[in-house]
């Protein structure tokens, strides 16, 4: 069963919702033993970075996920903010990333000149740079909704699945072995998300 | 390319889907869930849920009517209506909404808007702005529970809300509600060249036309409705519709 990390952060009605519609199960959940068994995760995410880093060190489950993640390479998709949250740091706060990918997280940066606003806000396009199975069988020219001011910077080029226009070209979604991280938020991208899910669900 | 949004946005009064013209004579248009039903098929690339009496009865929002619409929207949701404490901003994002629309609250306890952008980040947090042209040509905001225009300067109001962490403005033109007649684009211009956040427009859109306009003179980041969305023909009847996407496209381009 999908197990969605419940660390009070993330919209985890919507993505249960969107899984659903995708053909699968899911459970919210953030005990130990459940996470455990679980035989892929999600780690959703809306909000600041301290506050999610600090929220996910209150459950009490973090060792827990790590082992799941990284011993076992149970299959994990982290969103929006929990692809920014596995990063080493992040530019909006003070405390370490979880460090699950050899990257950052910076803040957009634009003169006035640009016209360029932060956050970056609506649907956007993604160029996909490497096949992985979460694009699997993917409309043409897939457009997903992304709403972020920071964006993750990988020092491992081959960890990037996808990129994206805004400015400058930022990495939309990255793939590092079990790891699955997507800017954007399938959960509200419409037929797009559900076709990603989908592929999640199946792999 | 980042697309243009274009954001049907929905009155809710009674857990009724309804719509005013110039915040008034509101009439109901039908049930919310069915409309969402509706915007969902036709892929809509985001909504807006406003229940617009939740702040006058003095009450938070109906959460089990917001899960409802969740359940049926598998697109971006904010929601606006007597938020006015983080526990209620936590809940309405926990069900699943992307962003939280502030507006009275806002005018009163300006401080709430940090608060909030604090515990989801400013990404979340929308603030719904009432605009209304005062008799000397100004712009001023509006309150829509004493029904009267307030002494602050729509463009001041604006920047502070930027300042104190909004990651949005949604300026809604209480002169154009409702009219068909066209965006406010002085209006919309004045709020745009003044802050650095995302502005969309609400208030007065009747034709597709009427978004490029605000896109491409206002320089407004996203384009909202309501009237728009629910009524057709001459005489107003009542029908939900979205544009089909290459024609906004177009549009829009």
């Known amino acids: 069963m999908i197990t969605i990390v419940d660390y009070g952060m993330g919209n985890a009605g919507s993505l249960q ?31 600041s970075f301290d506050n999610g880093i600090t929220k996910l060190n209150e459950t009490g489950i973090l060792d827990i996920l ?68 979460l694009f699997y ?28 226009d805004y400015g400058l070209e930022f990495v939309s ?9 997507t800017q954007f938020h399938p959960e509200k991208s419409h037929l797009y998300g559900i076709k990603l899910i989908h592929n999640f669900i199946a792999m | ?92 994002l926990g069900l699943g909404y992307e962003k939280i629309i502030i507006n009275s609250h806002a005018i009163q306890n300006r401080s709430f808007i940090t608060e909030a952008a604090n515990i989801c980040g400013s990404q979340s947090v929308v603030v719904c702005i009432d605009v209304k042209k005062t008799v000397f040509g100004g712009y001023h905001v509006y309150d829509h529970l004493k029904k009267k225009v307030h002494k602050i300067v729509a463009l001041d109001y604006a920047c502070e809300v930027e300042k104190r962490g ?8 209480v002169d154009r509600d409702g009219t068909f007649g066209g965006y406010d684009i002085a209006l919309l211009k004045v709020i745009t060249s003044g802050v650095s956040i995302p502005v969309v427009a609400l208030g007065g859109a009747g034709n597709i036309k009427d978004f490029s306009a605000a896109v491409g003179e206002a320089g407004v980041s996203a384009v909202s409705a309501g009237s728009f969305f629910v009524f057709h023909g001459p005489h107003r009847a009542v029908l939900i519709t979205y544009p089909d996407r290459n024609e906004l496209e177009n549009v829009l381009a």
């Open chain 1, 173 to 181: 979604s990255l793939q590092r072995d079990n790891i699955f991280a």
């Open chain 1, 137 to 164: 069988d993917m409309h043409q020219e897939p457009r997903f909704y992304f709403v972020h001011s920071f964006y993750v910077v990988c020092e491992d080029k081959d960890d990037i699945v996808t990129t994206t």
């Open chain 2, 1 to 92: 390319m980042l697309k243009t949004r274009v954001i049907p946005s929905l009155l809710i009064r009674n857990g009724g889907l309804i719509k005013t013209v110039r915040f008034k004579n509101a009439r109901y248009v039908g049930d919310p869930i069915n409309a969402i039903k509706v915007f969902n098929d036709k892929e809509v690339d985001e909504l807006a849920v406003i229940d617009i009496d939740a702040s006058r009865d003095n009450r938070g929002p109906d959460f089990k009517m917001l899960g409802r619409i969740n359940k049926e929207a598998f697109m971006p949701l904010a929601y606006g209506g007597g938020v006015s404490t983080l526990e209620q901003v936590r809940k309405v």
């Open chain 1, 17 to 47: 919702n969107m899984i659903r519609k995708a053909g699968g199960e899911s459970r919210i959940s953030a005990n130990r033993e459940e996470i455990a068994k679980a035989s892929k995760l999600i780690l959703p995410g809306v909000g």
């Open chain 2, 166 to 173: 909004a990651g949005e403005l949604l300026i809604y033109s």
């Open chain 1, 66 to 133: 790590h082992i799941k993640v990284i011993q076992d390479k149970t299959p994990i998709l982290c969103i929006c903010l929990g692809m920014q949250m596995i990063t080493r740091q992040s530019e909006e706060g003070k405390m370490p990333g979880l460090g699950w990918i050899n990257a950052k997280t910076i803040r957009f940066k634009f003169t006035k000149e640009s016209n360029l606003r932060i956050p970056h806000m609506g649907w956007n396009t993604v160029k996909i740079k490497k096949n992985t199975p």
